[in-house]
């Protein structure tokens, strides 16, 4: 009877202290607040030997020592009823005992972000701005955003900004691909993504080719430089320009150049570069042909002057050689004849000569070679005489004179050269 009434006076006694456990939460959470849990008694009438701690109705923890439990950074999904349990020993046998619930809401810090963007569909060449759009809550309107934005898996800038915008000055056809941006708060340090965006860059076919050539002095001129311009009136991205000889059918150049133009230079153009010309530029839609162009090489005047010239020395060499020999042959039979006279003659000046000593000098003076032919206009015409001086021996000399006659053709030297 004892034992029952004991038995009552303790359940009483419980069921008075039902309430007792009680959960502590923060009453406003944010994402990246820390959420700490405490459980707390009201008394210490009776002595907890465990703790644990639910979210929904499921165990979060459970320690046998720690009377809290902390969430460092709350997310979103960190909502819900939280509540706390305690095991406790009532004298001669343990009980449990279970705590209030709270309701825990966390609200965004910032919405996610949302990237914009100025043209999905760009021409390349064209500029595109990116924009990554979200806003700190009114709650927290002092927290800090900075931004950042990816093609694909690839950051397209080395750190974050403080700007929710991207300039992309020009965007070519291997931009094209998925985009996305991250806004996140520094204190605390939450980091959203926005959903990702197709940019689809899109390629201007090339159009109008045509083909023109420099030359430095307005003509093509053999021995001088020829540039070779291929151009086209549209066309984007890298262009693949080909130059073309239509009549052996060869490739004679090739550029690839993010540009509407190329050039192709010919250092020094050859009369065998005569010939039908055309060039291509390909984008990688399809090759376009310009209009074919013949290409004429002429000589130049100093190329024409330096041939006639080196005909000239050459005929004025074969001239000169044949006069120095007659020359040196009259000085021989000069020497020969004046030693005769001075052993056999007697040394009679004016039997031997009645004007004067004989001058034993081998070569006329110069008033007496005069010329016979000179150039006439020597530049601009296919025939070209050359100047030449015919040589009158002495009369006394006999056997000058007869050796020069026999050489019938010494005195006609002059040569007729024609342009080939």
């Known amino acids: 009877?004892?034992?029952?009434?004991?038995?009552?006076?303790?359940?009483?006694?419980?069921?008075?202290?039902?309430?007792?456990?009680?959960?502590?939460?923060?009453?406003?959470?944010?994402?990246?607040?820390?959420?700490?849990?405490?459980?707390?008694r009201k008394t210490d009438k009776w002595e907890i030997q465990t703790m644990a701690y639910y979210k929904d109705g499921k165990k979060l923890h459970f320690s046998n020592e720690v009377f809290s439990f902390s969430i460092p950074s709350a997310v979103l999904s960190d909502s819900g009823s939280y509540s706390c349990s305690a095991t406790v020993r009532i004298y001669f046998w343990y009980d449990s005992k279970k705590?209030?619930?709270?309701?825990?809401?966390?609200?965004?810090?910032?919405?996610?972000?949302?990237?914009?963007v100025s043209a999905f569909w760009p021409t390349e060449g064209s500029p595109v701005t990116l924009t990554c759009e979200t806003q700190p809550s009114p709650q927290r309107s002092n927290a800090q955003l900075r931004y950042r934005f990816f093609?694909?898996?690839?950051?397209?800038?080395?750190?974050?900004?403080?700007?929710?915008?991207?300039?992309?000055?020009?965007?070519w056809k291997e931009d094209s691909g998925s985009y996305w941006c991250q806004a996140e708060t520094v204190t605390p340090r939450v980091t959203k993504q926005s959903l990702q965006s197709q940019i689809l860059v899109q390629r201007v076919p090339v159009s109008n080719v045509s083909l023109d050539i420099w030359a430095p002095k307005g003509m093509v001129i053999e021995g001088e430089s020829l540039v070779l311009l291929c151009s086209v009136a549209e066309g984007t991205g890298n262009i693949t320009f080909s130059w073309h000889r239509e009549d052996t059918g060869t490739s004679v150049g090739r550029k690839t150049q993010r540009s509407l133009s190329a050039e192709m230079?010919?250092?020094?153009?050859?009369?065998?570069?005569?010939?039908?010309?055309?060039?291509?530029a390909d984008n990688g839609h399809e090759p376009i042909q310009s209009k074919v162009l013949s290409i004429?090489?002429?000589?130049?005047?100093?190329?024409?002057?330096?041939?006639?010239?080196?005909?000239?020395?050459?005929?004025?060499?074969?001239?000169?050689?044949?006069?120095?020999a007659v020359l040196l042959?009259?000085?021989?039979?000069?020497?020969?004849?004046?030693?005769?006279?001075?052993?056999?003659?007697?040394?009679?000046?004016?039997?031997?000569?009645?004007?004067?000593?004989?001058?034993?000098?081998?070569?006329?003076?110069?008033?007496?070679?005069?010329?016979?032919?000179?150039?006439v206009n020597p530049v601009d015409v296919d025939?070209?005489?050359?100047?030449?001086?015919?040589?009158?021996?002495?009369?006394?000399?006999?056997?000058?004179?007869?050796?020069?006659?026999?050489?019938?053709?010494?005195?006609?030297?002059?040569?007729n050269i024609k342009e080939t």
């Open 99 to 116: 705590s209030n619930s709270i309701k825990i809401q966390v609200q965004e810090l910032f919405p996610y972000p949302v990237l914009t």
């Open 383 to 415: 025939v070209v005489y050359s100047q030449v001086w015919s040589i009158q021996p002495p009369e006394d000399s006999a056997n000058i004179r007869r050796t020069i006659l026999e050489n019938k053709d010494s005195h006609v030297i002059y040569s």
């Open 329 to 375: 042959l009259y000085c021989g039979f000069h020497k020969v004849s004046g030693g005769h006279s001075a052993t056999d003659a007697p040394r009679d000046a004016s039997s031997a000569n009645p004007q004067g000593s004989i001058r034993p000098s081998s070569l006329p003076d110069t008033e007496e070679l005069q010329p016979e032919y000179v150039n």
């Open 265 to 280: 230079e010919v250092p020094a153009v050859q009369e065998s570069d005569a010939g039908r010309y055309y060039c291509r």
């Open 1 to 40: 009877m004892l034992l029952l009434w004991s038995l009552l006076v303790i359940f009483a006694s419980a069921s008075e202290e039902a309430d007792w456990l009680t959960l502590r939460a923060p009453s406003a959470v944010f994402e990246g607040d820390r959420i700490d849990l405490i459980c707390q």
């Open 296 to 324: 004429c090489v002429r000589r130049t005047r100093g190329y024409r002057r330096d041939r006639i010239t080196a005909r000239v020395l050459g005929a004025l060499c074969g001239g000169l050689g044949f006069i120095v």
């Open 151 to 171: 093609r694909g898996g690839r950051a397209l800038a080395s750190s974050w900004s403080s700007s929710p915008e991207l300039q992309l000055p020009a965007v």
